[in-house]
């Protein structure tokens, strides 16, 4: 990068702390006054910052302009396609793309599993808010209050033994959701079914949507897909990265937005009681990076059909 377009870049950073004057700027570029008025009119020309009436400068409208041209441009199903992609081709088991829109969780995308019995889910439609994984970690990063008042207009069907009861066990639930950065629907919405995911970070660092891995228990058991939390957050982290447009090694935490709660942190390598039901089975340590075969306790069988229930099998 060229000297002058570095330091005409780096002044941005500076006003966005606030407005500054002449000698401020020249201060920190550590350049002649005169050096930094001929890239603060320049940028001002671009309409990137611009000269309040007391000389101090600040960011301009145009700069906000083409972030917020840059952030509706994104397709997040786009770009994180290739890596639900990926984690199916690893693990074998189903991937979702989920996202929160007008009161609702609705899937964005869905990559089958490789295995015979497979779920009945689809693209566009809503999901089961109190039972399903990518919902827990959508409405968990909701405002407290908005969180509250979803919470408590909702209805709470009792789809299995595990699913959420009421408000306070669902409010309690998306807490522990916030706080470990992962959540799980083990049978709370069908028996047979569970369930793994994680938050995908936007630019401004809030959950913008969510993935999830499934799989029935006839495939995989749930402390063997719970073993696969890693990779799984993993995954999220890398669609967060592209989707903000940074690089791995470049040091950024979508933690880091969170000065509250350390939503999307690492997984507890052992699985704790869902306060909506009878406790599960705590998972092993994770081991590493690791493509779980079908549970040989529970192979898959060829010719199992799993019939689908009156709604859609949930994630």
Request: proline share 8%; aromatic share 4%; glycine share 8%.
């Amino acid at each position: 990068m060229s000297q002058t377009v570095d330091r005409a870049l780096s002044i941005l950073p500076l006003l966005a702390e606030g407005p500054a004057g002449l000698e401020q700027v020249a201060l920190r570029l550590d350049v002649h006054k005169s050096t930094a008025l001929r890239l603060l009119r320049t940028l001002h020309e671009h309409g990137l910052v611009y000269r309040q009436q007391d000389q101090r400068y600040r960011l301009g409208a145009r700069l906000f302009a083409l972030a917020q041209q840059a952030v509706e441009a994104l397709d997040i199903r786009e770009i994180a396609h290739p890596h639900l992609a990926a984690l199916n081709e690893r693990t074998g088991h189903t991937v979702h793309l989920a996202v929160y829109e007008q009161g609702e969780v609705v899937y964005i995308d869905k990559v089958e599993s490789r295995y015979p019995v497979r779920m009945y889910s689809r693209i566009g439609r809503p999901v089961a808010l109190t039972v399903a994984a990518v919902a827990k970690l959508l409405l968990a990063d909701l405002p407290e209050g908005e969180r509250r008042t979803v919470a408590e207009g909702l209805d709470y069907p009792r789809y299995t033994a595990r699913s959420t009861p009421d408000a306070a066990a669902f409010l309690a639930e998306l807490a522990r959701v916030r706080e470990q950065g992962w959540a799980s629907d083990l049978g709370g919405h069908e028996e047979s079914i569970n369930c793994v995911g994680a938050p995908i970070h936007g630019p401004d660092g809030r959950v913008c949507a969510a993935m999830s891995l499934s799989a029935p228990n006839v495939v995989v058991g749930a402390a063997e897909l719970l073993r696969l939390r890693p990779v799984i957050l993993r995954t999220a982290q890398a669609i967060g990265r592209e989707l903000c447009g940074r690089s791995e090694d470049d040091g950024y935490d979508a933690d880091e937005r969170y000065s509250d709660v350390p939503y999307g942190g690492p997984a507890d390598p052992a699985d704790t009681a869902h306060p909506a039901g009878p406790a599960h089975p705590a998972a092993p340590a994770p081991t590493g990076d690791l493509t779980h075969p079908a549970d040989p306790a529970h192979p898959a069988d060829p010719a199992h059909h799993h019939e689908p229930s009156d709604e859609d099998s949930t994630a």
